[in-house]
């Protein structure tokens, strides 16, 4: 256990009863033995409290107070994290098995990023399928230029090259925090396995229009503006293709 890499799990929560022990069932199950496990609680009022305090004595650090929003409660969780890697998995998601951070780790290599693909859930936690993005085969900061294709839930990042998200984002900061994370990687690790199930109708799927007017935002930033509008093109195109094929789209 000396020479395993502790993992930190963050999870965010704000008045989730129905899902918070769900997720973080699939934290404590787990057959890796290295786990930090972090709850950030956003002072939720519906129970969900009562039913993470049942687990207190299995949790690295549980705080519920008022945040400033989701990223705000992220950068919470990450300051508090000492692990070797961190893993935001918020409230409706998990892990896809019992053995997945075994395998994360025994397939990493101790990789700055390590990451996998994801399997799409319903609310009442029935597989849905694959994300319409496949994990790509090798990925740098450029792999988002057509569009978001690992999950947030998907991808383990070293904590010594993890950065604050930036809170000027609302909906999408994830993705601008990959990027800036991956900016800091000099190797990723693709472990070719479902890690993680994705609970569809999070918090940027209901205000879809604005996340997607933030994330071109933000691909402006880092691909630049006529290369970006190029890639968007080609995402179009892609997606026209896809609702041809299966007649509607996934995440």
Known sequence: MANLPKISIITIVYNNAKDIEFTMASVLNQTYPVIEYIVIDG???DGTVDIIKKYKNQLAIFTSEKDAGIYDAMNKGLKEATGDYVLFLNSGDALYDENTLDHVVKKGKNADIIYGETMLIDENRQEIGLRRHAAPKEFT????????????QAIYIKREIAVPYNENYKLSADIDWIIRC??????AVNVNELVARYLVGGLSQKRHRESLKERYVI???YYGVIRNFINHGIIAMRLFAYRLKHGKTRE
């Not at 900061?141 to 947030?152: E, P, V």
């Not at 991956?182 to 190797?187: G, I, L, S, V, W």
């Open 43 to 45: 002072l939720s009022t």
């Open 141 to 152: 900061w450029k792999s988002f230029k057509y569009g978001m294709n690992i999950c947030h």
């Open 219 to 221: 691909f402006n930033q």
């Open 182 to 187: 991956a900016k800091n990687a000099k190797t």
